[in-house]
């Protein structure tokens, strides 16, 4: 399969300066063989020029080979070297017509408009032109083929010019040759394994190249293909080789339109000569989606297209002019006169299209690799079209690919569309497989998480489920290859790139590295013990007489405790809901040993039932995973809590300062210190939840969850536990606060742009909670509000009676500019406002 570079870039954004060596690098990475680059285009120097055939003379040659002696006619400005000698075309004066060439091509014919390049002219690969004798002629130029041209490999005859430029000027005889061929471009060669069928187009290599440089695809074939209709051609399918077969009608073809340069030019460069534009619609539409497309001459049909296998004694007469006795198993295209074609392989001579056509029945069409391998090979007819066919082409293109050939055919050969189409059958879909999302790395031996597998398999144009550890992948109509498990482990590695999987013997793995929730807990472990807080580990279990002590008259999810069916001690038989019992314990043992000034916290599991009954799975096999689901279903939830107590002084008595009694204040810090290093900030709104203080409990949110509570410890579970007065507590449910964390590629950037301050002191009533006010301020100030802090509390002269000040420091910063101060008092401002609305805020001024 030749590629055009120029081409590939029509359906991928490649990047600009991409050669098509790095191209085919990447491709032989992704598993494709690549076996040449080669730079195309017109590679000439000196008089390359267009010529028009006069005449044609066959001379047979004694060796066997028939030469051509041509007369040509370069225009005035070329006049000919050697003087044609009078009578050797049949002149009558013995004046010059042209030049005499001899010419080795079977296509050169008369009335044709070649390219002739003259004496002194240099091809592809350096080749120089000069008048020389062969033949018993002396030749005075050369006739040149696509190859001698650098325009790719065809060398099964001259190339034929259209009668007009890309613009519509007609061409003369004797203007430059150069500027009709094309600019230079880079043709990959590549040879394509059986497996990758779609790959022999330009559309399945141009999604190659766009996975593996990770850029755009333009799916040239992206119609969706409708449901069956019949009321264009009539079709039957009378055979289930052929499960869809669509026939679209082009009427008025204008039959002189000739195929413009730049269809020709790109049909050499994948080796296929153009042949009249009709055919090299069909034959460029194949080579850009893949789909083989035969045309009818809708004049030469008689009656419905049938699709079926060949009748004992039936012959055909194919394009290539033999008669063929076709057996029971081909499987054929039939009307009403009989077999019009071998289906797959090649049409047949009676509707085929020709010079007059001017109705043309496009058929686009999915029939059985199987059956078409097996005709080709018993006529010993491979064409282009069997060899898609044998390797499966794409059913669900056939559509698109019949409606590209008729807007080519409408937009060059001034053709119209008939309204009416045939939809016979409908696309076979893939049958979808299951894999383990770890097996492609298991077997590669490479590290390839189930979610690149997953990005790679829809990259690849899968569509793919995910359920737990199992992935459901449907390939596309294009991947018929994809049938079981391990054809997905390989697709993958051939889009990792095997050069990256490097061999190794097999060996333990430390692990993949802690996950986001350990990496909080570690910092977490780091960052409390630095504050002054001790942490301590105890046992699980609880008694229903500590939670009745603990929640006072509360009656919520943490009384739904879970039984253990043989405890470690009668006094505590359940599992725990809540951190607080246990720390409350350390505590009342620390103080029996004389320690009044603690700071204690833990991090573990509480358990929220109630639990179900667990199924018990056979011992003898493997538990199903309905068992395993039902099992898992049974256990209680088991979120992660991190909780703390203060007891007695935070800090000790000192020469220059008193005593700082520890209480609620260090408790909702602790909670502010967690919340911050795994990356939070925490807002505050006055509750009353057990067993806390009511009036002295604080809820905790980020954003909008709650992720816990601290305050002050309610005087009837200090007196129940033994604590000191005014102990103070805290717990937050730490995997709420871990999933509140934005996720990749939420974090905000850091600006480079100097920060603004501006300071506001604002007075609320007495009663309303500084929380409150906090977070007023921050939905005011908007997103330049970067961020806020309580830095001062004031009652007093002149502040009325019954109110407070609470003094705040704003920093404000813009991600993309530096702000003004206009721009930063107008977000103060606005914060202000929402202070005052919903606070009742005033700001003051002195």
């Not at 225009?75 to 013995?94: A, E, L």
């Not at 690969?125 to 083929?145: E, W």
Request: charged share 20%.
């Amino acid at each position: 399969m030749r590629a055009p570079l120029s081409w590939l870039r029509q359906y991928a954004d490649l990047p600009q300066d991409l050669t098509g060596r790095q191209l085919a690098d990447a491709l032989v990475r992704a598993g494709l063989e690549v076996e040449t680059v080669e730079r195309t285009g017109p590679e000439l120097a000196g008089p390359v020029v267009v010529g028009r055939v006069l005449s044609a003379v066959d001379e047979p040659q004694r060796n066997g080979k028939t030469i051509k002696w041509c007369l040509v006619d370069v225009g005035p400005d070329h006049p000919p070297t050697v003087p044609v000698q009078t009578g050797q075309f049949g002149q009558t004066n013995g004046a010059p017509l042209g030049r005499g060439i001899v010419c080795g091509a079977p296509n050169v014919a008369p009335g044709q408009l070649v390219v002739v390049a003259l004496p002194g002219a240099e091809l592809a690969g350096g080749f120089k032109i000069a008048a020389r004798k062969t033949y018993g002629h002396l030749s005075d130029g050369m006739i040149c083929a696509a190859d001698e041209l650098g325009l790719g490999g065809d060398h099964s005859g001259i190339l034929v010019l259209p009668p007009t430029d890309d613009a519509g000027r007609p061409l003369v005889p004797g203007q430059p040759a150069g500027p009709l061929l094309g600019t230079p471009d880079e043709v990959l060669d590549i040879a394509v394994t059986p497996d990758l069928g779609y790959c022999l187009s330009l559309r399945g290599l141009a999604r190659e190249a766009a996975q593996a440089y990770g850029v755009a695809f333009h799916d040239p074939a992206a119609r969706t293909t409708p449901a069956p209709r019949s009321d264009g051609w009539p079709v039957r399918l009378e055979t289930a080789a052929c499960p869809l077969f669509v026939a679209l009608t082009v009427e008025g073809l204008d039959p002189t339109r000739t195929s413009p340069g730049w269809l020709t030019r790109r049909l050499q460069a994948v080796g296929l000569r153009p042949l009249g534009l009709a055919i090299d619609v069909t034959n460029y539409v194949m080579m850009e989606i893949g789909q083989p497309i035969h045309g009818y001459d809708g004049d030469r049909l008689t009656g419905a297209i049938v699709v079926r296998q060949a009748r004992p004694g039936e012959s055909l007469t194919t394009l290539d002019g033999q008669t063929r006795r076709l057996d029971p198993l081909d499987l054929v295209i039939a009307d009403d006169t009989g077999a019009i074609g071998l289906a797959g392989v090649m049409g047949g001579q009676t509707t085929e299209l020709g010079p007059d056509t001017v109705k043309v029945v496009i058929e686009a069409a999915y029939f059985d690799p199987v059956a078409v391998a097996r005709t080709a090979k018993a006529h010993k007819l491979p064409s282009e079209a069997s060899r898609r066919f044998e390797r499966q082409v794409d059913p669900g293109a056939a559509y698109a690919a019949a409606h590209r050939v008729a807007e080519l055919l409408v937009q060059l050969g001034g053709g119209r569309l008939s309204g009416r189409q045939t939809v016979a059958g409908g696309v076979p879909q893939p049958a979808p497989v299951t894999i383990a999302g770890d097996l492609p790395g298991r077997v590669l031996g490479h590290p390839t998480p189930p979610r690149r597998v997953e990005s790679i398999l829809t990259a690849s144009g899968c569509a793919v489920t995910a359920a737990g550890d199992e992935l459901t992948v449907r390939p596309p109509t294009w991947r018929p290859d994809l049938r079981d498990p391990y054809d997905l482990v390989e697709e993958v590695g051939r889009k990792i790139g095997f050069g990256e999987v490097r061999p190794a013997l097999p060996r333990a793995r430390a692990g993949r590295g802690r996950t986001p929730a350990q990496q909080a807990r570690q910092r977490l472990n780091w960052a409390l013990p630095a504050a002054g807080f001790v942490e301590v580990v105890s046992f699980p279990f609880v008694s229903a007489q500590s939670l009745d002590q603990l929640l006072i008259a509360a009656d919520d999810d943490r009384r739904r405790l879970v039984g253990l069916a043989n405890p470690l001690a009668d006094t505590a038989p359940y599992l725990r809901t809540t951190l607080l019992p246990g720390l409350f314990a350390a505590v009342a043992r620390n103080r029996s040993r004389g320690l009044d000034d603690l700071a204690l916290y833990e991090q573990g599991a509480v358990f929220l039932g109630p639990a179900g009954p667990a199924p018990v799975p056979p011992v003898d096999r493997r538990p199903s995973a309905d068992q395993l689901a039902a099992i898992d279903a049974a256990l209680p939830r088991q979120p992660r809590h991190l909780a703390c107590v203060v007891t007695g002084d935070w800090s000790g008595p000192g020469w220059s300062s008193p005593a700082l009694a520890a209480g609620w204040t260090q408790a909702v810090g602790f909670a502010q210190l967690a919340a911050r290093t795994v990356g939070l900030e925490l807002a505050r709104r006055a509750d009353q939840r057990p067993p806390w203080h009511p009036g002295r409990c604080a809820r905790l949110l980020a954003g909008e969850s709650v992720v816990g509570w601290a305050g002050e410890l309610h005087p009837t579970v200090v007196s129940a536990f033994g604590l000191p007065e005014g102990a103070a507590a805290a717990e937050l449910d730490l995997d709420a606060l871990i999933a509140a964390l934005p996720g990749p590629g939420q974090l905000p950037g850091l600006s480079s742009f100097p920060v603004v301050k501006q300071d506001v002191a604002l007075m609320v009533d007495a009663a309303v909670p500084q929380g409150e006010v906090v977070q007023a301020l921050r939905q005011g100030g908007g997103d330049l509000l970067e961020s806020l802090a309580l830095f001062d509390v004031y009652s007093g002269p002149p502040v009325p009676p019954g109110q407070k000040s609470l003094a705040f420091a704003l920093r404000f910063r813009a991600p993309d500019r530096t702000l003004t101060e206009d721009e930063a008092a107008q977000a103060r401002d606005a914060a202000v406002q929402v202070a005052a609305e919903r606070c009742g805020a005033v700001q003051r001024v002195a």
